[in-house]
Nanobody
Framework: EEQLVESGGGLEQPGGSLRLSCAASGFTFSSYHMNWVRQAPGEGFELVSIIASGGDSTYYADSVKGRFTISRNNAKNTLYLQLNNLKTEDTARYYC?????????????????WGQGTQVTVSS
């Protein structure tokens, strides 16, 4: 069974940092692009970042560029998102996604989302 399990969220003050993890199982992790998306209260899903299957290419939304870093460890089947210099507008539930087609994925709809997400709350 294919699974994605997000963790690492929490309550942090503005300017703080968090590291999110996404543990993958049930598929060949290294063959797929992965991403992070988020959903703020009352809002739609926002694509945050994408990383290629080999980790050699990344994409960031303008809203997080320079503050967030996506990475992956294919040996551990784990995806990460380092969140630095957090802002109140980063408050959202964060989900990881797996590309629908091996080696491809550039938009939010190109990915499957199976996990429950992890809540990030930024507040003073």
């Amino acid at each position: 069974e294919e699974q994605l399990v997000e963790s690492g969220g929490g309550l942090e003050q503005p300017g703080g940092s968090l590291r999110l993890s996404c543990a993958a199982s049930g598929f060949t992790f290294s063959s797929y692009h992965m991403n992070w998306v988020r959903q703020a209260p009352g809002e739609g899903f926002e694509l945050v970042s994408i990383i290629a299957s080999g980790g050699d290419s990344t994409y960031y939304a303008d809203s997080v560029k320079g503050r967030f870093t996506i990475s992956r460890n294919n040996a551990k089947n784990t995806l990460y998102l380092q969140l630095n210099n957090l802002k109140t507008e980063d408050t959202a539930r964060y989900y990881c996604g797996r590309g629908k087609i091996m080696g491809r994925g550039t938009s939010l709809s190109d990915f499957y989302y199976w996990g429950q997400g992890t809540q990030v709350t930024v507040s003073s």
